[in-house]
């Protein structure tokens, strides 16, 4: 008996240790953002880009002979919620993550992420700080506030020929962190930033603020904010009298913004990347989300598709998932996508990343 009991007990030890090294049979990949809530719009397209993507990679064999699992998670675009997604999909076992879209939520996730030792690309946050703070595995794939901030500056002082501008933006890590840039900016070119100030990210009144800024005698607005507040703000300066222009960042780079402000909106002008989705090779691109969502893809869908790309291509090339390795991979060549040929410098930042200014035009975005 005590020997049969002996047999059993290793038994059972072996096959414990089998189960502990037994074998995944998918890759996760982590999707993150916001999804629903003010900020839904533009947050989930990048999600369904990438989404896409990994359905296009399991269609040809999925990468390192596994088919990838994509693990989406909704931040809320609330900083609280991201930490709490990313704890999530770390313990879900996911070896990247592609996101989050707000910076406010990719600053504090990222500290999970890198806690981990997991690699994170996000399609869309530009505050400069997520990759300032010298961590190894966190890649964008977007430009920062530190620069489209600047080409906004530079283009209402020297093509708009403004003098005095009133910067206003949301409170949060990426609208002030755009508006200082912008004020810093415009000011050193030797323009007059007669106004300066916060609203709650929640505020829809902007009838005091309107009134400050008339008081102050700027020529235009700086917003540094999203599109479901931009657009009422834009409507209620125009329904107070102010006529000067509406200057904004990506943030504000949204169909939504179009419907709520109307196809005869003037004066509207945005930063944001080049018109990528006109080029001959993104029409497969546009016509494959279209059949899969019912809808055309949004600004940021096309970042979302690049992101997941880039990411599987590197994990494919350097035949693991060790997320050093994957990094190092990332930036040791350049990568092709629809948004054109990626670099990633030591700092995971994109080694030219374009802003151009956009307007409104006919009732649609169009570079000016």
Known sequence: MHKFRTILTAAFAVGALLGCQKKENTLKIGLAGVQTGPDGEIGTAPIRGSQLAIDEWNAKGGVLGL???AVSRDDE???NQ???VAQELVAA???????HFNSGCSLPASEVYHQAGIVQITPASTNPQ??????????RLCGRDDQQGDVSAKFAFDSLELSKVAV???KTAYGQGIAEVFRKTFEAKGGNVSLFDGLASEEMDFRATISAIQKSGAQAVFFGGMYNQGGPFYNQLR???FKGAFLGGDGIYDGELIKTVGAKADSVFITFGPDFMATESAKPFLAA???KFGQDAGGYAIYGYDAANILLEAIQKAGTTDADKVSQTLRSQSWKGLTGDAEFDAKGDLKKANYVIWTIREGAFAVR
């Open 67 to 69: 088919q990838i699992e």
């Open 77 to 79: 675009g609330k900083a």
């Open 82 to 84: 991201a930490v709490a």
């Open 93 to 99: 076992g996911v070896k990247a993550v592609i996101g």
């Open 130 to 139: 997520v990759t300032e703070r010298g961590f190894n595995q966190t890649f």
């Open 168 to 170: 206003i933006h949301n």
């Open 239 to 241: 329904q107070a009298g």
């Open 289 to 291: 989300y279209k059949a």
